[in-house]
């Protein structure tokens, strides 16, 4: 069993900068990879950035640039630095794991086994 917990969000202004946390415990290995996504209010859970366990990154397109997905792999956090922000960012964002699994790109929520209780960024104009 794997257990996430998020931290990092928050209320900024337009083109502030937010880093959000994800801790990581239980017991993974093998394989795996991990993402952060996120949902706004009346909208679907999207995909934002995933990562593997052999540190391949992707990103959707909207957050391309501004975005940095990354891992401290001893202290089992990922990480999610988020730059230029938009009132279009804010939504809940929510950690991920997909247990021995591989995924390369961003893949669709049911794909992932694992998941945090989210924290909200609120980006205000």
């Known amino acids: 069993q794997v257990q996430l917990v998020e931290s990092g969000g928050g209320s900024v202004q337009a083109g502030g900068s937010l880093r959000l946390s994800c801790v990581a415990s239980?017991?993974?290995?093998?394989?795996?990879?991990m993402g952060w996504f996120r949902q706004a209010p009346g909208k679907e859970r999207e995909g934002v950035a995933v990562i593997s366990s052999y540190g391949s990154t992707f990103y959707a397109d909207s957050v391309k640039g501004r975005f940095t997905i990354s891992r401290d792999k001893p202290k089992n956090i990922l990480y999610l630095q988020m730059n230029n922000l938009s009132p279009d960012d804010t939504a809940m964002y929510y950690c991920?794991?997909?247990?021995?699994?591989?995924?390369?790109?961003?893949?669709?929520?049911?794909?992932?086994?694992?998941w945090g209780q989210g924290t909200q960024v609120t980006v205000s104009s």
């Open positions: 991920a794991e997909a247990d021995g699994r591989l995924l390369f790109g961003i893949r669709p929520a049911h794909e992932f086994n694992y």
């Open positions: 239980g017991y993974i290995f093998g394989d795996y990879s």
